[in-house]
């Protein structure tokens, strides 16, 4: 007899010949964003603004609200507005970065006006990676050698000593083959990423599942770390 079997008071499960599934919860940006951010700590890339970052969760976002407009591009605040400073990450806790402590956090509800949609009278310091779901930072224009170039130097680098991927997840395979069989010939894109949304973004590369983008509006010099599973939408 399969899977069940009786006995006086009904039927039993018979644990040996079914398998207890379990829903895995997936994290599937940690050890890709981890390394994104540690990426950042090159002194290659000079110019970034690490006291102002803002950091997009599923839920809420910290250092910029949502704009109702598309000014730089995208619909967040600018990060040199309202951005929280990026400590790193917690050297005491894989799961963990570190922020400057900030009252910036937001509702995700579209409003020019900050203080209409901030969450009162709270505080934080750190943020979990599992619900990162994007970053987005300013960086300084430099004439000789943009960190754009030397961002995307980096990329190219990295790829060619490091293929490991240890993060496996459902759509990313999918949303990446349909960015980059694009990016041969057209390397901008639209895209949303939760509360994020961004226009003629160029594509510089990616990290594992995190995708690496700078934005194209005039005068703004700014990136974006993705996680490709946090993508809804993509347009040419």
């Known amino acids: 007899m399969s899977g069940c079997q009786s006995n006086r008071n009904g039927w039993e499960f018979n644990e040996h010949e079914f398998k207890h599934h379990e829903k895995k919860e997936e994290c599937c940006c940690k050890e890709s964003m981890k390394k994104a951010l540690e990426l950042l700590s090159s002194r290659r890339l000079k110019g970034i603004d690490f006291d102002h970052f803002v950091f997009i969760g599923e839920k809420f976002l910290v250092g910029a609200n949502i704009r109702t407009d598309f000014a730089g591009n995208d619909n967040i605040n600018n990060p040199s507005n309202l951005g929280v400073p990026f400590k790193g990450l917690d050297i005491c806790n894989c799961d963990l970065i570190s922020l400057g402590t900030t009252s910036n956090i937001f509702y995700p509800i579209p409003n020019n006006t900050p203080s209409d949609v901030?969450?009162?009278?709270?505080?934080?310091?750190?943020?979990?990676?599992?619900?990162?779901?994007?970053?987005?930072?300013?960086?300084?224009?430099?004439?000789?050698?943009?960190?754009?170039?030397?961002?995307?130097?980096?990329?190219?680098?990295?790829?060619?000593?490091?293929?490991?991927?240890?993060?496996?997840?459902?759509?990313?395979k999918g949303i990446f083959n349909a960015i980059f069989n694009k990016f041969n010939s057209n390397n901008?894109?639209?895209?949303?990423?939760?509360?994020?949304?961004?226009?003629?973004?160029?594509?510089?590369?990616?990290?594992?599942?995190?995708?690496?983008?700078?934005?194209?509006?005039?005068?703004?010099?700014r990136i974006y770390l993705v996680c490709l599973d946090a993508i809804g939408f993509i347009g040419y």
């Open 118 to 172: 901030e969450i009162p009278s709270f505080s934080l310091n750190h943020m979990s990676l599992c619900d990162l779901q994007a970053v987005v930072f300013n960086y300084e224009h430099n004439p000789s050698k943009d960190l754009e170039d030397e961002l995307s130097e980096l990329l190219d680098e990295f790829h060619k000593k490091c293929q490991l991927k240890c993060e496996d997840c459902c759509c990313n």
């Open 188 to 221: 901008l894109i639209n895209f949303t990423a939760g509360w994020l949304a961004a226009t003629n973004a160029k594509v510089l590369g990616k990290i594992d599942n995190v995708l690496v983008l700078s934005s194209t509006a005039p005068s703004t010099h």
